[in-house]
């Protein structure tokens, strides 16, 4: 049981935006760090963004992160058929001491 | 630039140990600068963070997996490994190792993933 909730699904047409949430809890995304992840069928995840918003080189400014209290937030613009794919968050938890991720969002593009 | 790959046996029978270890190149594990992690990830399901390790040996595990894991390193053979005890079907999964940096909280490399089947 994840200690991070997102929402199962997102779907958007080619060129729209799609935001998916992330919602924790004081000990860890309120405490800590927010990355998110791209993992594209059949692959290893692939990091987004770390540090709440910002982008490893050569990630489109398309993807965009926020973090506000104890939830955050992935933002695509843009939409195109190959973001599709499952997205992560991932935080530390520092009443368990452990690392965390999201329960997983699959977006698809219409 | 540093890359991951885990390796170690694809069948593993229930209640026995499953062993991975994880090769890193391009850099040293003895980085001050990152955590070595071990994530899995059942077929069709999320993934779940089974624990780290520093470069000192100083490991934190998942709470719901603590009893049954080792995490170690061997700074010799640039490679730290995964032990996880007593496996059940549960236990089968898609295994990645990853660099995670240190107080960011992030993982930045992983490897491409093993596939572990418990089955007799």
């Known amino acids: 049981q994840s200690v991070l909730t997102q929402p199962p699904s997102v779907s958007a047409a080619p060129g729209q935006k799609v935001t998916i949430s992330c919602s924790g809890s004081?000990?860890?995304?309120?405490?800590?760090?927010v990355s998110w992840y791209q993992q594209l069928p059949g692959t290893a995840p692939k990091l987004l963004i770390y540090?709440?918003?910002k982008r490893p080189s050569g990630i489109p400014d398309r993807f965009s992160g926020s973090k506000s209290g104890t939830s955050a937030t992935l933002g695509i613009t843009g939409l195109q058929t190959g973001d599709e794919a499952d997205y992560y968050c991932?935080?530390?938890?520092?009443?368990?001491?452990?690392?965390?991720f999201g329960t997983g969002t699959k977006v698809t593009v219409l | 630039q540093v890359q991951l790959q885990e390796s170690g046996p694809g069948l593993v029978k229930p209640s026995q140990t499953l062993s991975l270890t994880c090769t890193v190149s391009g850099g040293s594990i003895s980085s001050g600068s990152y955590y070595w992690s071990w994530i899995r990830q059942p077929a069709g399901k999320g993934l779940e963070w089974i624990g780290r390790?520093?470069?000192?040996?100083?490991?934190n595990y998942n709470p719901s997996l603590k009893s049954r894991v080792t995490i170690s390193v061997d700074t010799s053979k640039n490679q730290f490994s995964l032990k996880l005890s007593s496996v059940t079907a549960a236990d089968t999964a898609v295994y990645y190792c990853?660099?995670?940096?240190?107080?960011?909280?992030?993982?930045?490399?992983w490897g491409k993933g093993t596939t572990v089947t418990v089955s007799s």
């Open positions: 990853a660099r995670e940096r240190v107080t960011r909280a992030y993982m930045d490399v």
């Open positions: 540090e709440n918003n």
């Open positions: 004081s000990s860890n995304i309120g405490n800590n760090y």
């Open positions: 991932g935080t530390w938890d520092s009443s368990l001491s452990a690392g965390a």
């Open positions: 390790i520093y470069t000192s040996g100083s490991t």
